[in-house]
């Protein structure tokens, strides 16, 4: 079975640009959620969709939307791109919104370079 | 609100000495566990977890880490360190949220360097 795929794996944009990223979770499975890790740092939430709806959503500023289609795939949108939205953003699959019973599956994630 | 505090950025071992990583924890409620390793350029990898049964919980790779209520803490140990063991270990609480769906907070990672 395939893991959990985001593309793409690396993007290079310029400040104040748009960029889309995208993941597909673990067949079956109808949660994702989307982090932030800073270089340096832990991964930080931003996001959580589960059966198409927000269901959480961490401390961070409008530019950054996201969306759930209905074969569960996502994606994340940054608007107004800042050098320091440069990170590695990870996706996470999970077969129900609730992570402590049935544990999260991370994908590789998606370095965004923003110069 | 939950947060964790792992205690050393880095932690140098050598190959087949035991491996200790140091985690603290602050949660308002019974907290959800887990130990990631991150290896470099890769995604995140489950350890192990912890979700209020044993206290003592077993994960891959021979790595261990004990619940300790009292202390709040989540220490990660492995009684020999492998080569193959060096990377980035993120300890990370979980609890539920008002919307009924919980999430992840991890902390700020802990370096594990293997000397042959």
């Known amino acids: 079975d395939a893991g959990v795929t985001q593309s793409p794996t690396h993007l290079i944009k310029t400040r104040g640009q748009q960029v889309t990223l995208r993941c597909s979770p673990i067949?079956?499975?109808?949660?994702v959620s989307w982090y932030q890790q800073v270089l340096g740092q832990g991964p930080q939430f931003i996001f959580q969709?589960?059966?198409?709806?927000?269901?959480g959503r961490g401390n961070f500023p409008d530019r950054f939307s996201a969306r759930q289609f209905p074969n569960y795939s996502s994606e994340l949108n940054v608007n107004a791109l800042l050098l320091g939205d440069s990170a590695l953003y990870l996706c996470a699959s999970s077969l129900f919104g609730q992570s402590v019973n049935y544990g999260y599956t991370f994908g590789s994630g998606t370095r965004l370079t923003v110069v | 609100a939950q947060s964790v505090t792992q205690l050393d950025s880095h932690v140098s071992v050598s190959e087949g000495t035991p491996v200790l990583l140091r985690c603290n924890y602050s949660s308002s409620y019974s907290p959800s566990l887990f130990w990631y390793v991150q290896h470099p350029n890769k995604g995140l990898q489950l350890l192990l977890k912890y979700t209020s049964a044993a206290t003592l919980v077993k994960g891959i790779n021979g790595f261990e880490a004990e619940f300790k209520k009292s202390e709040t803490s989540f220490h990660l140990t492995k009684p020999s360190a492998h080569m193959s063991d060096a990377a980035e270990y993120f300890c990370?609480?979980?609890?539920?949220?008002?919307?009924?769906?919980?999430?992840?907070?991890f902390g700020k990672g802990t370096m594990l360097l293997v000397s042959p």
């Open positions: 969709y589960y059966e198409k709806e927000e269901r």
């Open positions: 990370v609480v979980s609890e539920g949220s008002n919307s009924g769906y919980s999430t992840l907070t």
């Open positions: 067949s079956g499975h109808k949660s």
